[in-house]
C-alpha cells in the first residue's frame, strides 16, 4: 500500500505559495478542509494540492491599480496608466484586470478599490501593481501591504517615492484639518452641554 504524501500546515502553506494564516482561512470558508493526526496535529494531502493548483491558483490574476483623486485628473490618470503599462510590458508582466478610481487616497470606499480588496480575501489576486503607494491609500498602506501578504497577494509598486500633485496633496491635507475641525467642534459643544448640566444640578 503507498502512503499519501502529507505536508505540516507551514510547509503545504508554502508549497502551494501562500502563508498559514490563509489556509486558515480557507479552511474556515469550506475551500479547503484541514486533515487531523491522532494527536489531533492539522495536515494536508498531496492531492488537496493537485486540486488547489488546478481549482484555485490557476485563476489567480495580476491587476493593476491606478487612481487620481478628481475628475479633473483625467491627464495624469492616463499618464499614470501609460507608465504602468511600460513597466508590465518590461518586467514581462501579463496584465489580467486593469482598474482604475477616481477619488481621494483617504477614501476606503472607492468602488474598485473595495472590489479588489475582496478579491485578495478570496484568494483570487496573484499580484497587484501600482505606481505609487500612495496610489492605493494615502496613509495606512503597511496594514494593506500586510492583508495582501497575508492572502498570498505580491503588491508592486513601481515607484517608492510618492509623486503626488501638489493639488491633490494639498487637498487631502485639507480634508484631514476639516476632519479633526469638525470633530474638535463636537467635543466642545459635548463640554458645554456637560458643564449646563452640572451648573443646573440641584443636589449641588
Known amino acids: 500500500m503507498v502512503m499519501e504524501t502529507i505536508y505540516p500546515p507551514r510547509e ?16 474556515r470558508k469550506g475551500i479547503v478542509v484541514a486533515y487531523r493526526t491522532p494527536t489531533n496535529r492539522r495536515y ?3 492531492d488537496q494540492y493537485l486540486m488547489l493548483m488546478g481549482k484555485n491558483l490557476a485563476k489567480r490574476q495580476t491587476v493593476v491599480y491606478y487612481r487620481v483623486s478628481s475628475s479633473s485628473q483625467k491627464r495624469d490618470l492616463q499618464s499614470q496608466k501609460e507608465a504602468l503599462e511600460q513597466f508590465c510590458v518590461a518586467s514581462g508582466r501579463t496584465v ?5 478610481d477616481t477619488g481621494s487616497g483617504l477614501n476606503f470606499k472607492r468602488k474598485n478599490f473595495i472590489d479588489l ?16 503607494k500612495d496610489r492605493l491609500v ?12 497575508d492572502h498570498g497577494t505580491i ?10 500633485p501638489e493639488e491633490e496633496m494639498t487637498q487631502d ?17 459635548y463640554t458645554k ?11 449641588d
Open 138 to 149: 494615502r496613509f495606512g498602506y503597511e496594514w494593506f501591504e500586510t492583508f495582501c501578504e
Open 12 to 27: 503545504f502553506a508554502k508549497l502551494v505559495g501562500r502563508t498559514p494564516q490563509t489556509l486558515r482561512l480557507w479552511e
Open 117 to 132: 480588496m475582496k478579491q485578495v480575501e478570496r484568494g483570487e489576486i496573484k499580484e497587484i501593481v501600482i505606481a505609487h
Open 173 to 189: 491635507l485639507l480634508a484631514i484639518i476639516h476632519s479633526f475641525s469638525a470633530r474638535m467642534d463636537g467635543l466642545r459643544k
Open 155 to 164: 503588491l508592486t509598486v513601481m515607484n517608492a517615492e510618492s509623486l503626488s
Open 44 to 46: 494536508y494531502t498531496y
Open 193 to 203: 452641554a456637560l458643564k449646563e448640566m452640572v451648573a443646573n444640578d440641584p443636589d
Open 96 to 100: 489580467d484586470h486593469w482598474l482604475s
